[in-house]
């Protein structure tokens, strides 16, 4: 597997932020309760991702060891505030939906864990891949889990989508009278479809890992076959 | 400046000299961090404060129709020192409207500290005559999807949210004493599970008009730019 396949499969799936290595749960559980929440957070966390790594990897030689958690934090809390400011200056709308969950992009400990286990030892192009190949692996789990709870909560999707494309509108999934199903958006509720999420992905894993191994039982006994 | 060697024999005289370096790196990097953050802060400044005004003038527009007055709204301004009655514990602005040159209403904040879940900020406009032309919530942390209605933004009834009940309202419609919620025999009504959400917006409201109306006439006749006094003759 190339180096490029391999730091994909690592980030949406195997080594995947939130489903494998169960990181970053602070911003997942507040900005999760709808979809268009979700995505907006995710891909300003890929963004912040991509640059820190960058930023981390060009540095890694002028870094000593002693001190790279500090240099660490101190890299990746300015590029979220240099995000926050210009999110807040150029894309205002955006802002005012995403303002309260940007800053909490710097506890995201999966911002730190890449910084830490992937930029620091490789090269800046293949860090910023991995960032950003992090990030959308953080994105689509997120935006997954923001739209069962939406659908859940309130029975649509996409709502608030008009406040980031105005003209649109969320989409009504369920009938209009259904009541709604608060604990689906309260934190509890995260709690639970993450939860199952996880566990259909370990299924997923055990399934797939059971096909191969049958598969190379076949095999052998094809080959010691007379 | 290498990351992993490890330090040879190192003699004790020079710990001091390593630990000195590394501070200084330290402290090279928080100096160019803070440098590209304070450049960002500076290159983003006129644009804020451009999307603060404009914000500030929408939210206006949401209790008071631009239609209403022909004054620079954002101009006419005086700052309110923290107020009881309004419930602010912070120094506010409190904008005057005017049209052809006669009072027309004013706009202030006010907050109800006794929410579900804490406080709840309002912006109101009180015309000239007495009467509320609305009040809006500004923010609030009620349960999502149960008291969150008093913001018409998360109000499922689009067509006539429970906000705009006070719209045109003043305290003698209704009457003083009657500025309550139905459950406590008032004329709002409330939505059921989340009373107190909406009780403590009613009360805030009754509040913040009687405040304007036992207040109006000093607060038009302020300079703009000045701080209001309680007590000024």
Known sequence: MSVYR???HNGLWKQNAILAQVLGLCPLLATSTSMVNAVSLGLATILVMAMSNFAVSMLRGFIPHEIRIPVFILVIASLVTVVDLLFNAYLHDLYLVLGIFIPLIVTNC???????????????????LDGAVMGVGFVWVIGLLGAIRELIGQGTLLSGIEMIIPGTHALQILPEDYPGFLIAILP???????????AARNWLDHRANERAKARLHAQQRLQTAP | MSETTPLPETPPASALRIALRTAAILLAFTLVFTALMAGSYQ?????????????KRRLIAEVLPPADYDNDLLADAIDLPPTAELGTTEVT????????????????????PDGYSGRIGLVLAVRADGRLAAVRVTQHKETPGLGDYIDPKKDKNKAAPWIAQF???????????????????????????????ARAVTHATARAL??????????????????YQENRP
Do not use: C
């Open chain 1, 188 to 198: 509890p509720g995260a709690f639970f479809v993450l939860g199952l999420m996880i």
């Open chain 2, 167 to 197: 719209d045109g309202r003043s305290l003698e419609d209704p009457p003083a004493a009657k500025w309550r919620v139905k459950k406590d025999g008032g004329v709002f009504d409330q939505r059921a599970g989340a009373t107190i959400s």
């Open chain 2, 43 to 55: 290159l983003t400044q006129p644009v804020l404060r451009a999307t603060a005004a404009d914000a």
């Open chain 1, 110 to 128: 999966i911002v730190l864990a890449r910084v830490e286990a992937f930029a620091a030892k490789h090269s800046a192009g293949l860090a910023a």
């Open chain 2, 93 to 112: 602005r409190l904008y005057r409207a005017r049209k052809n040159g006669a009072p027309a209403a004013l706009v202030f904040e006010a907050a109800a």
């Open chain 2, 210 to 227: 009687a405040w304007a109306l036992a207040h109006g006439e000093q607060l038009y006749r302020l300079p703009a730019g000045t701080a």
């Open chain 1, 6 to 8: 391999e730091i994909a």
